[in-house]
């Protein structure tokens, strides 16, 4: 199955893909990752993007189509895939439809821009494996320090108070029309978010199953 994921920043969206990816054993592909990791590693990509990540501001649509079209190119994707964070503009999804990517179904995690503020002010990531925590609702076993290789966590530039309200701007204002663009194509399924990931990911694979 091909599914793209979509809502707001902080919704919750590469939790689930991570769990949604190993109950249907296909890859989940988070354009996020592969541009922070570029980033990290000083790449001529990580180099043009780093300015707009800081900022809250999306990448230009020629370097995510083009990371994308890499990606699905790779065996594991033969069998399906879950896109989260591309795309994330109307022409992001005209140039994947361009490239003959037929996708099956999309979700739409719906959260208030409240809780989201919320969630994003609890996040920290590691800073040396880049593995995701919460201080609410995934904390790691100690504060402050990655269970998986024991480097310092942080808040990310992104997830800072300003920079969130920035994020959560430019998606009401580029990414939330992909809703309609989908609905229209009838491939759009909306999933209201819960606190508890389980409860979200019982609601999405019953949308995956209708």
């Not at 354009?31 to 990540?53: Q, S």
């Not at 020629?62 to 503009?89: M, N, Q, S, W």
């Not at 109307?90 to 739409?108: K, S, T």
């Not at 759009?188 to 409860?199: H, N």
């Amino acid at each position: 199955m091909k599914l793209i994921l979509l809502g707001a920043p902080g919704a919750g969206k590469g939790t689930q893909a991570e769990v949604i990816c190993d109950k249907l054993n296909i890859p989940a592909i988070s354009t996020g990752n592969i541009i922070r990791e570029a980033v990290k590693n000083g790449t001529e990509m990580g180099v043009k993007a780093k300015d707009f990540i800081e900022s809250g501001k999306l990448v230009p649509d020629e370097v995510i189509i083009g990371i994308i079209k890499e990606r699905l190119a790779e065996d594991d994707c033969k069998g399906g895939f879950i896109l989260d964070g591309v795309p994330r503009t109307v022409a992001q999804a005209e140039a994947l439809d361009n490239m003959g990517v037929e996708i099956d179904r999309v979700i739409d995690i719906e959260v208030s821009d409240e809780a989201i503020a919320k969630r994003l002010s609890g996040r920290r990531v590691c800073s040396a494996c880049g593995a995701s925590y919460h201080v609410d609702y995934k904390p790691s076993t100690k504060p402050d320090v990655c269970d998986r290789c024991g480097g310092a966590l942080i808040i990310r530039k992104d997830d800072e108070p300003a920079t969130v309200l920035d994020r959560l701007k430019v998606y009401h204002e580029l990414t939330e029309p992909l809703i309609d663009y989908y609905r229209a194509k009838g491939k759009l399924y909306v999933v209201q978010g819960q606190e508890e990931v389980k409860d979200t990911t019982a609601l999405i694979l019953a949308a995956l199953e209708g």
